[in-house]
């Protein structure tokens, strides 16, 4: 369950520091970074988690994501499990301040492999936030790592990100 958390937070991550729409010149610009992240807290069904990593328009950053798996579903496929229902959100600080708010949208991640290591891909839509991000908007998608034995996650992301 924890490696699937790591996963879901690892591709919402990935998709904020890809997209982003701002209050500036408002055109689509191509975004991509790297993401780590790991579990800090958990409160019942939601863990949190501390988000690192460098992205473009972002530069080195920090966050938090929240994963919320109340109302989680597994589904099992032929390509691993499909999670669903788990409500992922959080905010980026880029290295000057500025914010990306994501989520709480189901972020489509797919993650495969046995045991408590695996491999994860997803989709996240970025949120205005705050600074040259205010009305910011954007879509990102992740592929990654997970490893919940050792309690780490890493994505790389790629998208468009409006501000």
Known sequence: MKTLRI???VCIML???VSANSQKNDKARPMKGTFYASVVATNGAVETLSVTGNATHL?????????DKTFMVLNPTTHGIEIKGVRIFGTLVAANGDEIVFGPDDPGMVITGAGP?????????LKPGSG???NCSGVIVTTGIFDMGNDYAKWTA??????
């Open 7 to 9: 996963l879901l937070m």
């Open 15 to 17: 998709g904020f520091a």
């Open 59 to 67: 530069g080195n950053f920090t966050g938090t994501m929240y994963f």
């Open 117 to 125: 290591k695996g491999i994860m891909s997803g989709e996240v839509t």
């Open 132 to 134: 040259r991000f205010a």
């Open 158 to 163: 790629r998208g468009t990100i409006i501000y």
